[in-house]
């Protein structure tokens, strides 16, 4: 646990306890370092593409077209629409989706890339055979090689994710964010990362923002309960090019690794 002590003129010290994992003092996890460098490079229409399948998938999940009981679904409308897509766009991805049924599939994969890192794949296809080949080509090559189903998942857990502009008072920041029903709040170089429930995130993410914060981005996301720390540039460097290999793969929807690189290494990566 971390204390985040809060002073309040004339009423004493507040001391408010939040878990916020030990790997961030000094050092990224790959969620943070994809945010980073996506929102360097970020193409909209690979976004806008990955955003019309995370829709149709949604859709045809157990909660069904409706955003009021599908929360899944509600999240991803969200996102497309913070990304600006227009809503005839929105509308269409979610008819196709109850209309056609299966020309999508969900595919998970699980493996190891180089060093062993632990990564979880999110792809969504219409076509299984050539999708697998073409992960399973990517996990090879880098090194690594594709596990079965629980091999790595189970040092995952899925989380909301609300991205949120840092302020400079981040004391102050961190107990509203806390009383807007943040469970755990990490600290990075531009940002405030608010994990929640997946099936709040909605209502949170609309609080944080009625507070009047910054809300960059959000999504549903899994995160590593352990961490792998890569101990030097050109192993983190190998393994930054492997996953970038993989999110580079057109029917790949997201990708999550236990990847954890100290900030002195990235700073070397940077140059």
């Known amino acids: 646990m971390t204390e985040v002590v809060i002073h309040f003129a004339g009423f004493g010290t507040l001391a408010v306890y939040c878990i916020i994992p030990e790997y961030m003092s000094g050092h990224s996890h790959y969620a943070t370092i994809k945010r980073q460098k996506e929102s360097k490079d970020a193409q909209k229409g690979q976004v806008f593409s990955r955003l019309v399948k995370e829709i149709s998938l949604a859709a045809r999940a157990g909660g069904g077209p409706d955003v009021n009981s599908n929360y899944k679904l509600r999240v991803a409308v969200d996102r497309a629409r913070a990304a600006n897509m227009p809503k005839d766009n929105i509308e269409r991805a979610i008819s196709k989706a109850i209309k056609t049924g299966g020309v999508l599939d969900e595919i998970t994969y699980e ?25 399973k080509n990517i996990f090879e090559r880098g090194g690594g090689g594709l596990g079965g189903p629980g091999s790595v998942s189970y040092n995952f857990k899925s989380q909301g994710l609300v991205i949120v502009k840092k302020e400079n008072d981040v004391q102050s920041q961190t107990l509203k964010l806390i009383e807007s029903g943040a469970e755990d709040i990490n600290e990075t170089n531009d940002a405030m990362e608010v994990y929640t429930a997946p099936a709040d995130l909605t209502s949170i993410r609309q609080k944080i923002q009625e507070e009047g914060y910054d809300v960059i981005s959000f999504d549903i996301v899994k995160i590593a309960n352990s961490t792998q720390t890569v101990s030097n540039a050109s192993d983190a460097e190998k393994i930054l090019d492997f996953l970038d290999s993989i999110n580079s793969n057109p029917d790949v929807q997201k990708v999550y690794a236990n990847l954890d690189i100290p900030e002195d290494i990235l700073k070397q990566l940077d140059k």
């Open 111 to 135: 493996g190891f890339g180089p060093q062993g890192v632990s990564v979880i794949v999110e792809a969504a296809t219409d076509n299984k055979n050539r999708t697998s080949q073409e992960i």
